[in-house]
Structure formats: structure tokens, C-alpha cells
């Protein structure tokens, strides 16, 4: 029987692993303008780094993880998400002890068990940012500006809205947890399961049901505004001015809450305009989990796009995908008769071996079905070896947008194609 791919994961192949590529060299090159280094960081964690770093309470720990004991006995999870796990390496390396904030950036896979669905897998991939060690409110806005740069760099900085909102600080949060508990108790015989359940454990990810029913309750419950304590208000309010100083427009979504317990201050979201799936890239502040998780009391920020939700933005947008994918080979090699093909070989080797990008045509065939062939590649020259040419040292060179062809020495070929 056939073996196919596990449910929720997919593969990228073809033109979305040149898109896949671009964005991540896009992507990597912006973070080295920002001081950022790149940080590999295990698929693997124990699992308690995620139950303490993530939070029990959160839909991520509480029925998403992959989790497994090992054969030494070890609960180990594969990474739901990036953070914890680059908390952990700041702590143990003692990142801190440097100069601060310290700048990292990533991508790679993590696993959800989530239901899969359209921009939905259980496997998926991310990339993003971590500011660790500071707790300038300058520092939230530098990876806003960050984010909203990579967007800008890949012409999409007009599609997308930038959401905003503060959830304050400890005892904002307590406040308000209070109240949205209060607000929800007559409401709730009549809402979700998971609202139920998020009602004891985090009360303020009811905000975040997508369940048409509920949502009537929730559009009445009180805003969070006006319980952010003074000092978390002024941060606020000094994180939009900088934003406008900054021109990166935005809108402020006091019902915008993140799945991940961790977070406290300025959350941000970033969506596609006028679209309905889940945002392409989040992330936000986080006061206390360095120290929870055993380091020192500092804060960072963050945040981590969706490389398969932008995969699927290019793919929608061929203007986009076609000022990426430049698919163009330099040479399809064409060897014809007999005893030329190790020959012809060589040459494309040769070719290779001088940055020249080179394909070969091995069965034998006839040459009309080998200009076909190159055609579909869209090589831009034909590089012909009959046996003549062999014996000669020469080669048949044809461009294939004029059809001019002419013959070249063996030894002359990378001059003739410089030229
Ligand atoms: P989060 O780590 O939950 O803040 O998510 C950050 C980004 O990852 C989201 O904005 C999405 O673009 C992407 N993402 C989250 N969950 C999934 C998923 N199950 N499948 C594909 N992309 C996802």
C-alpha cells in the first residue's frame, strides 16, 4: 500500500521552495540590518519548558503538543512554537551577560495538533524575531518596524493592517480578568465548550472564539482599555506615537488577545486587508517569562510570521510570485549521436563549476524533442555536442530567444557567454 504524508503536514516543492527560499533570505538579510543573529535552536524541549514558558492554561499546551516520552524515560515535546525554547537558550548560554537587548531572529518548523484546515497544518514552518533583555518600550516598537519592513521589502505592505492592543500589566490583567468573568458568568450556559473551559483557566482567550453565537456576547464584554493601569496606558500611548513618527500604520483592537499565556504589554497582529483566515504574523511583549523560566527580570519581545500563510499569499498574487521566481536556466545541454553523452557531461559539469546553471538532456532522443524540453525549462541558450563538435573541440551555441547560432571553441565558451 502507499504510504502517504501524516495527516496536517504537507511538502514544498518546485516554484514555492524558490518563493520559500526568498523569503527567508529576504527575511534573514533584513534581520542583520537590524543587529539580529541568526539562532538553530533544537526541534526537541522538555516538555516543561512549554507547560511553564507557554502556560497551562493556553490551547497550545493543553491540547496541542506533540508529546512523547523518550526511551531514557524523558517527557520531551516538539516545539509548538519558537520562544520558550530561545528563552531557554538566553538563559542557559547567559546571553544576558552581553550587550543588551540581544537581537535573534529564526525560522524553522514547529507541531500544532490542531484540526487542518486552509492555512491550517500540523506541521508548519515560521520564521521571526526575539528582542531579549530590555524593557524599552522602543525595543516593541523596533520589531513592529521590523516586521512591517520584511512586509514592505516583499511589496505587500499596502494588502496588510497592522492590530494593536495592550494587555497591560499584572494587575491590569487581574483587574480585567475579574471583570471579563463577571461579564461572562450570566452569558455562559450558553456559550462553546472552550469558552467554558477558557472561562476558569484564562477568561481573556474567550475574546479570541471565532464561533458566530458567541461572538454577540463578546462584542458587549467590557474593553481592556479602561482597566490598563497609568504606567501601561503611558506605554501605550508612547508605542503609537512612535509608530506614527515611524509611518507604519496601524489599528488599535482592544479585543485582540494571543493564544500563547505569555504575553503582557503591546500584542500585535498582522492580517491580510479584507480577508478572513487567521493573521499572517503575530507576536507582542513579555514581562515575566525569562524569569519564570529561571533567568534574570527582564523582558522581551517578539514575534514569528507563518511562512505557509505568506507561501499561499504569493501564490494568490502572480505578479508577486513571478517578480520572485525567476526561473530561467543559463544552458540546456544537448548532447546528439553516440559515444558524446560523458562528454556533454563534462561540459555541464564544467559549466557548474563556473556559476553557469546548466541542465542535460541524458536519454537519447531526438534533437527537436531535447528544444521542447528546453523550452519548458526556459533555458536561454542550447549548447549542442554532436560527435563533429567532439572531434573538433567545439560546440553549437544557440541562443533561444533570437535562434542565432553559432560555433564555439570548447575553451571559449565562458567568454563567448559572458559576452
Ligand atoms: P502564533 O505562534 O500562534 O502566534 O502564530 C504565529 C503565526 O504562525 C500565525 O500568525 C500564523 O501565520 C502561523 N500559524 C499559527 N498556527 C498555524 C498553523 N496551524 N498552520 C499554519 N500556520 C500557522
Known amino acids: 500500500m502507499e504510504i502517504k504524508n501524516v495527516k496536517g503536514t504537507h511538502d514544498i516543492f518546485g516554484e514555492e521552495t524558490k518563493i520559500y527560499d526568498f523569503l527567508i533570505d529576504v527575511f534573514s538579510h533584513l534581520c542583520q540590518r537590524y543587529g539580529a543573529s541568526h539562532i538553530i535552536i ?16 493556553s490551547d497550545v499546551v493543553r491540547k496541542e503538543m506533540y508529546t512523547f516520552e523518550d526511551k531514557g524515560g524523558r517527557l520531551i515535546t516538539l516545539r509548538p512554537e519558537f520562544t520558550a525554547g530561545i528563552v531557554r537558550s538566553f538563559i542557559q548560554n547567559k546571553f544576558y551577560a552581553n550587550d543588551l537587548p540581544c537581537r535573534l531572529f529564526y525560522h524553522g518548523s514547529v507541531f500544532r495538533y490542531e484540526r487542518p ?9 515560521q520564521l521571526g524575531v526575539e528582542f531579549l533583555g530590555s524593557d524599552n518600550f522602543l525595543v516593541d516598537v523596533e520589531t513592529i518596524s521590523l516586521a512591517f519592513s520584511f512586509l514592505k521589502e516583499l511589496g505587500l505592505d499596502k494588502n496588510i493592517v497592522v492590530k494593536i492592543n495592550s494587555l497591560g500589566d499584572l494587575e491590569t490583567r487581574n ?12 452569558y455562559l450556559p450558553d456559550m462553546c465548550e472552550d469558552c467554558q473551559s477558557r472561562y476558569e483557566l484564562n477568561p481573556l482567550r474567550i475574546l479570541d472564539c471565532k464561533v458566530d453565537a458567541d461572538r454577540v456576547y463578546i462584542e458587549k464584554a467590557p474593553s481592556i482599555s479602561t482597566f ?17 513618527q515611524l509611518e507604519i500604520p496601524f489599528e488599535i483592537d482592544h479585543t485582540l488577545v494571543r493564544g500563547l499565556d505569555y504575553y503582557s504589554e503591546i500584542v500585535y497582529e498582522i492580517h491580510i486587508k479584507n480577508a478572513n483566515e487567521g493573521a499572517i504574523g503575530a507576536g507582542g511583549h513579555y514581562s515575566t517569562l525569562i524569569e519564570e523560566l529561571g533567568g534574570p527580570k527582564m523582558s522581551g519581545v517578539g514575534f514569528s510570521f507563518g511562512l505557509e500563510r505568506l507561501l499561499s499569499l504569493f501564490a494568490s498574487k502572480s505578479d508577486l510570485a513571478s517578480k520572485v521566481v525567476e526561473s530561467k536556466i543559463d544552458i540546456y545541454v544537448m548532447p546528439v549521436g553516440e559515444g558524446v553523452h560523458s562528454q556533454a557531461l563534462k561540459i555541464a559539469q564544467y559549466l557548474r ?23 519548458k525549462r526556459n533555458a536561454k541558450f542550447a549548447l549542442i555536442v554532436g560527435e563533429d563538435e567532439i572531434k573538433n573541440q567545439t ?6 530567444s533570437t535562434s542565432e547560432q553559432k560555433e564555439v571553441k570548447l575553451s571559449d565558451i565562458l567568454k563567448t ?3
Open 42 to 57: 533544537p526541534t526537541i524541549e522538555h516538555t516543561e519548558l512549554f507547560q511553564r514558558g507557554v502556560g497551562e492554561g
Open 117 to 125: 484546515q486552509q492555512g491550517r497544518y500540523r506541521q508548519f514552518n
Open 175 to 186: 483587574r480585567y480578568r475579574q471583570a471579563l468573568k463577571d461579564y461572562f458568568a450570566q
Open 228 to 244: 490598563l493601569s497609568p504606567q501601561s496606558a503611558q506605554r501605550f500611548n508612547d508605542i503609537i506615537e512612535a509608530l506614527k
Open 353 to 375: 563549476e563556473n556559476n553557469i546553471s546548466a541542465d542535460i538532456y541524458l536519454e537519447k532522443t531526438k534533437l527537436g524533442n531535447m528544444f521542447k524540453k528546453a523550452q
Open 395 to 400: 560546440v553549437q551555441l544557440k541562443n533561444l
Open 417 to 419: 557567454l559572458k559576452e
